[in-house]
């Protein structure tokens, strides 16, 4: 959004600069050109001259196009880059699945570095209804960029009865060591229990809470 709102700062420097020989830099004086130019107009559409209210719409809705031409790539979701090799990473096509109730220790683990926790986690029993999701991410051409990234699936009912899938974010390429990503890979994934109503309603209630 700065990048975006700067753009639109040099965009205005350069336009003034077209309009009248002048390179003007100062924001106060800026706006002083553009009141002048939205009180005259500069262009006509269709035997139309905009000016005042219209043309200020006009102009904000180029401001905020630039904006999100700015903002839209940085949004797109894109593995982590090995800074290395100059090449993204690759998902390992790894499906890890960890108990939900053991989220927040997931967490914990991670910022403290105690990666041999996993072993204990990976023990807790797993609905199929609520449980988190480990995605690693490696350099196809290095051991030094490994990246582990994990969210929350949980499965419910809708208002409509329907089964709908919800996901939702607890961490985002968290830079973990290879060794890690080769012990995540010897997990076997365990059996999970069958949905019901009975045993889903408490992690219906655990996502209330969050």
Do not use: M
């Not at 002083?32 to 559409?45: R, T, Y």
């Not at 790539?73 to 939900?100: D, H, Y």
């Not at 029993?125 to 929350?152: A, F, M």
Request: hydrophobic share 40%.
């Amino acid at each position: 959004v700065i990048v975006g709102l700067f753009l639109v700062y040099v965009s205005w420097v350069a336009y003034i600069a077209l309009l009248t020989g002048a390179i003007i830099v100062t924001p106060n004086l800026i706006w002083q050109v553009i009141q002048i130019i939205a009180q005259q107009g500069v262009w006509e559409f269709n035997d139309h001259r905009p000016v005042g209210s219209e043309l200020y719409a006009i102009w904000g809705c180029e401001a905020a196009l630039i904006c999100w031409l700015v903002v839209l790539p940085g949004r797109r979701k894109r593995p982590p880059f090995c800074e290395a090799c100059g090449r993204w990473t690759e998902a390992i096509g790894l499906e890890i699945q960890l108990s939900s109730e053991c989220r927040d220790e997931i967490v914990q683990t991670l910022e403290a570095e105690r990666y041999s926790v996993f072993a204990e986690l990976q023990s807790e029993p797993i609905h199929e209804n609520d449980y988190v999701h480990l995605t690693p991410y490696k350099c196809p051409s290095c051991d030094d960029s490994c990246y582990l990234s994990g969210w929350r699936s949980i499965t419910s009912l809708n208002k409509q009865g329907a089964w709908e899938t919800r996901t939702l974010d607890l961490f985002k390429n968290i830079i973990v060591p290879h060794e890690v990503i080769d012990g995540l890979a010897s997990l076997h994934s365990e059996g999970v229990d069958d949905p019901d109503e009975r045993d889903y309603s408490p992690a219906e209630s655990c996502v209330d809470d969050d």
